[in-house]
């Protein structure tokens, strides 16, 4: 029991400092006082990691070593290429629905992996992007001409740059995360994942 009225745990007659101390392990039957409220209770031996079996999660598998590692630079240069030549196509005149969509998808990815970490670029210049996008859109509707307007060009080109950076080295599970919130946001009703104002 406690000695100088001290609330403390005990193992048999000595004070448990734990396995550094060279003490031996405590027994399941060994018990713990508080003096305060003059209780003994059994002391817990080991914690288990798993959850209780009402845990409605599952547990997470441990991530592979290659999602712990940004993309390889073959991966990295391709999607470069692609959302860069969308940007210059869009630029001269020559877009289209799908091209539109690849600079948006790669805007929102950037959103979603700053939001993780990955940039601090304000959120009015991802606002910008949107906006163009959705008035070329318009006009592509209304004249069938695919065109980004000259101010909105600026914005792209940082946005895209500052993906670059972030696909270089930003772990793979974050940019797998952003795309999934990105399936998530397209399959929702919101109007845009990006929020109004800085």
Not at 2 to 25: M, Q
Request: aromatic share 8%; charged share 20%.
């Amino acid at each position: 029991m406690p000695v100088g009225g001290e609330a403390s745990l005990w193992a048999g007659d000595v004070p448990y400092a734990g396995p550094s101390a060279g003490l031996a392990p405590l027994r399941a039957t060994d018990l713990g006082y508080n003096k305060a409220t003059d209780q003994t209770w059994p002391l817990i031996t080991h914690m288990s990691s798993k959850r209780g079996l009402g845990s409605a999660s599952r547990p997470r598998r441990p991530l592979s070593k290659s999602m712990l590692l940004p993309m390889n630079a073959k991966s990295v240069r391709e999607q470069s290429l692609s959302y860069h030549l969308a940007l210059a196509t869009c630029r001269i005149g020559h877009g289209n629905n799908y091209l539109f969509n690849e600079l948006m998808r790669t805007v929102y990815i950037a959103w979603f992996l700053q939001q993780a970490g990955f940039g601090d670029e304000p959120v009015a210049l991802y606002k910008l992007a949107e906006y163009s996008v959705e008035t070329a859109l318009t006009l592509a509707n209304e004249s069938g001409e695919w065109l980004l307007a000259d101010e909105a060009l600026p914005a792209f080109e940082k946005l895209l740059a500052l993906h670059d950076s972030q696909l270089a080295v930003a772990p793979l599970h974050k940019v797998v995360d952003a795309e999934q919130q990105l399936s998530r946001y397209l399959c929702g009703t919101a109007s845009s994942p990006i929020p109004e104002g800085d």
